[in-house]
């Protein structure tokens, strides 16, 4: 039975949000890591820490075939909240139906501006005072579904597309876990 306290984080990746989702953890439990990347770093921190994972090279698997996989390790966790962080991978329409409404995800920009890649070169190149990061339920559209919580990140004089991204991945650390503490009890 899905239990919405029961937390399984996505990645691909280095994994720094999965890092601050783990440590920032108080009304919810990380039951899951999980990787479509076998190699992805995050998953070595996460055995360091004793967390249970799972991963599965996603590429030369058809899209809704691997997510028919990945919903069964899911499942035998008893997962009830999805959280992406750096999972690079569409997920088909197939399991972002099944799992309506209990999938968030981080996000480099304040959405609605600058879905897709390559948020912070496009703040700068639009000339914006302010950046920052969203976390969002994910629907079908990309990036575009309802915005839990917002951390503004002032642009400095000076920055470029690296300094600013780490700036605002700091304030992605504080802002995941405390929408994700609190999304799991509404
Ligand atoms: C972050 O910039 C996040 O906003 C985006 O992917 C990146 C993941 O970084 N969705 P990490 O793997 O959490 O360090």
Known sequence: MRDPKRVAILISGRGSNMRALVEG????????????????????????????????????????AYDRILNAALDDHSIGTIALAGF?????????????????????????????????ARALAAGDQISGCSVHIVTEELDAGEVLGQAEVPIQPGDTPGTLEQRVLTAEHALYPEVLNAFVLR
């Open 25 to 64: 953890a108080r009304n919810y439990e990380v039951a899951l890591i999980a990787s479509n990347k076998p190699q992805a770093a995050g998953l070595g921190w996460a055995r360091g820490r004793g967390l249970p994972t799972w991963s599965l090279e996603s590429k030369g698997t058809a899209k809704e």
């Open 88 to 120: 690079m991978r569409i997920l088909s329409p197939w399991f972002v139906e099944v799992w309506s409404g209990r999938i968030v995800n981080i996000h480099p920009s304040l959405l609605p501006k600058y879905r897709g890649l390559d948020t912070h």
